[in-house]
Nanobody
Framework: QVQLVESGGGLVQTGGSLRLSCAHSGRTFSTYTMGWFRQAPGKEREFVAVISWNGGSTYYADSVKGRFTISRDNAKNTVYLQMNSLKPEDTAVYYC?????????????WGQGTQVTVSS
């Protein structure tokens, strides 16, 4: 059983930065593709970024490309999402997810989410 715990959310002004972290409880973290998703109030959950098991492949939603960076530290069982140049439309609950395949949609394990609020 895999457990994911996000942290690092908070309130930030437009143009500011935050770094989200997601800790993976399993011993096989390095075999999992890790993704970040977000859900704004009244909207469906949407894909943000994904990173392959070894960090060799990443992919971003167009809305965050050039501003967000996903990375991972397999020694620490942690995936990160560095968010720069934040905009009010980035306000959402951010979730990390894990799966054994590289995917933009299908994930077997999800965290509980962390709130990010960007004030204008």
């Amino acid at each position: 059983q895999v457990q994911l715990v996000e942290s690092g959310g908070g309130l930030v002004q437009t143009g500011g930065s935050l770094r989200l972290s997601c800790a993976h409880s399993g011993r096989t973290f390095s075999t999992y593709t890790m993704g970040w998703f977000r859900q704004a109030p009244g909207k469906e959950r949407e894909f943000v970024a994904v990173i392959s098991w070894n960090g060799g492949s990443t992919y971003y939603a167009d809305s965050v490309k050039g501003r967000f960076t996903i990375s991972r530290d397999n020694a620490k069982n942690t995936v990160y999402l560095q968010m720069n140049s934040l905009k009010p439309e980035d306000t959402a609950v951010y979730y990390c997810a894990a799966d054994t395949t590289f995917s933009l949609q299908k994930y077997d394990y999800w965290g509980q989410g962390t709130q990010v609020t960007v004030s204008s």
